[in-house]
């Protein structure tokens, strides 16, 4: 019998020690709570995330080790980066969170069911009319053919998923966050787990200790909390191709 803390909803106790996570199912820490702003960015805050499938209750995670994205050190391959000087897609953010989400919740090839369920969808959604959420979308011509969301705080980014309808636009997505990240000195993009995709892009594993130490450091500095639908009005895939 698997054993872990029990949060209660409305509460503003705290996490426990993301130490204390189990190794298997590796990283589960806590249970319960509520999928509130407060409660979510402290999750993020402490290197903590909420996973969990529909009929589950809230689970809480922080596995180890944590995968990530140095922002100044993505790899583009060669292919994708030929393809990219002549792409004429238009990227953009903050357009259509809700849309991006619903996206990342569609049914995929080879998986069952989703775990965006409602009450994440409208607990992201809050957070992103808060200012602390925000999307990156990727369009050919009015079609939107790739995305990706997460959670931002402090200097610190955590992505959640991401989606492509057309081959390569959720990498165009992608790295043009990590571009802007990058430009704005925002060093890491949180991955959360190993992913042999998106090692080819440059993520890389890190213990959990050394990205809570990172994360309580990048968390408590000055971040951009609003809209982000101006800050990418530059980015274009061909930008993107020196990585």
Request: proline fraction near 7%; include cysteine.
């Amino acid at each position: 019998m698997i054993r872990i803390p029990i949060l209660q909803p409305g509460s503003d106790e705290a996490f426990p020690a993301v130490e204390a996570a189990l190794r298997e199912p590796n990283g589960l820490l806590a249970a319960g709570g509520d999928l509130s702003p407060a409660r979510l960015l402290q999750a993020y805050a402490h290197g903590i995330f909420p996973w969990f499938s529909p009929g589950e209750p809230i689970l809480w995670w922080s596995p180890d080790p944590r995968m990530v994205f140095a922002t100044d050190a993505m790899h583009v391959p060669r292919r994708l980066a030929r393809w990219l000087r002549g792409c004429d897609w238009r990227i953009e953010a903050d357009r259509d969170f809700a849309g991006i989400m619903r996206a990342c919740a569609a049914p995929r090839a080879g998986h069952d069911g989703t775990w965006i369920t409602r009450s994440m969808l409208a607990a992201y959604v809050r957070l992103h009319e808060l200012g602390h959420a925000h999307s990156v979308e990727v369009y050919a011509g009015d079609t939107l053919v790739g995305g990706i969301y997460g959670v931002a705080v402090g200097r610190m980014f955590y992505g959640e998923s991401m989606f492509s309808r057309e081959s390569d636009g959720s990498k165009v997505a992608l790295l043009a966050l990590a571009r802007r990240l990058r430009d704005w000195g925002w060093p890491l993009l949180d991955a959360q787990v190993s992913s042999a995709h998106l090692q080819t892009l440059g993520a890389r594993e890190l213990p959990r200790a050394t990205f809570c130490a990172r994360v309580a450091e990048l968390a408590r500095q000055p971040g951009r909390i609003g809209s982000w639908r101006s800050e990418f009005a530059t980015i274009t895939p061909a930008l993107l191709s020196t990585g």
